[in-house]
């Protein structure tokens, strides 16, 4: 046995024995420019100050800038010389911030060709995430819908999906669970994958088409019960969460709520709704300080929400851990 | 939440069949924004007509639901189908009917719920944690003061305003726990023995 494979066997027995290793959130949104890297370099400065080992991955591929929302400059080792092979234990490029308990794989100076991570590459990175030392481990996703992307969201146990009250946002997060969604009935089995198509073929009886997420699952729950409970299993194990960002108006405050809702009918599935965060121009101003804005601006509203937010979560992973 | 029944009207509204009144209201109100016509949350996942029909169903589910004698009619038709509860207790049928909305209680309660000749405070309190709700929530919901409804269920007759008035709060405090008004205010021990 080579000594990869040897490695590789060391992940799976890591993985088998602390099932309670890292939380792992995932930041991510249909669009770019609605305040990924900002909601999650604000999470994870909250998350330390309850005392907890916070490491924030960078994993917008191409496009990173994580560290500046950290008012970091250059930082010194990045993704790349991991995926190169240049250091070995994920955890050796971790950069540590100065005053904070957190730590930062960045992706400032990755290669140019980061983008097109390749298969292997990126089986690398998802196994090793839950290796990195760290009671929270936050990963910052590119916008858009890409496998890289599906597949960082779904190892998360919490996705976060970040919304701004703008129609063209609010459809691309829509196109964004329907993709998140359907890579993971992906994960089925091969004769529940058969049947999946099976039902999606067949004419459906009253005249109305599957149309819908949750209409399917009704269907396979009539025909298949034992295969549907498998895919609802799959569709459940990640919590989904949702924050609509840059809010202006009044009005745009019940967007939210509402697309929980509608989420809840179309996807058969509940998405927690965390709150929303008013537009503030300071985030630029933190921004050009570089200092992250919760430390620049604790007092604004955003930094209050994003606070209320964590302790929220961090309850309920409290409450998870009780039962 | 998992779809292993066809669409009921709790569905429709997303809620579950023990919800009170003031979760049925407030699910209608949040529905009635969702789905409105200008509703940037919906138009991108449901076409027009699917949107039309969402309207339809939630308007129809809503008047079944918000009517208490319908949705007793209503869960009973449920239960007949979906619902395989053997270990409900022989009641009366004329006896449900005038117990408000309860589907999902154990038997303890649902039982002594059902054969209470009488509603004391202790009893009322005991249902209406039972089904979660807060005192606060019942207080802003019917705009009764909550100093009012504590004296309710503690039986504090000093706290009590007139036996007019503590009759109304009665009824309305009774119909918030999903219980019938008339009923409860007919049978609270401290009420009668004013009016004795």
Known sequence: MSVVQLSQLDNIADAALSPSGPHIWAVASGKGGVGKSFISSSLGL???RHGKRVVMVDLDLGGANLH????????ERTLSDYVSGKYTNINDIVVEMDDANIGIISGAADGLDIANLKHFQKLKILRNLKRIKADYIILDLGAGTSFNTLDFFNEAERGIISVVPDPTSIENTYRFLKCVMTRKLREAPRQTRKLMSQVLTLRHSESRKIRTLACFMTTMHQLHPKHARLMQGELEKQQLHLIVNMVQEPVDTDLGPSMATTCQKYFG???NYLGHLNHDKQVISALRQRRPFLTAFPQSRAAIHIEHMVAALLDRDHQNNLS | MSREAPLNYYDILEITPDASMMDIINAYRQAKLAYRTDSLAA?????????EQIRHEIEEAYRTLSSPEKRQAYDATLSDVSRPDNARPTIPSAEILTLGDDVKTPAGIRY???VATEFPGALLKEIREFKGIDLADIAVHTKISRQYLQAIEEEDSKHFPEPVYLRGYLKQYAVEIGLDGERVANHYPPLQAMIA
Not at chain 1, 68 to 75: A, D, Q, R, V
């Open chain 1, 46 to 48: 909250a998350l330390s």
């Open chain 1, 68 to 75: 500046t929302c950290l008012g970091l400059l250059n930082p």
């Open chain 1, 269 to 271: 599935l509940r998405i």
């Open chain 2, 43 to 51: 138009y991108s996942l449901f076409d027009d007509k699917e949107l």
């Open chain 2, 112 to 114: 002594r719920m059902a």
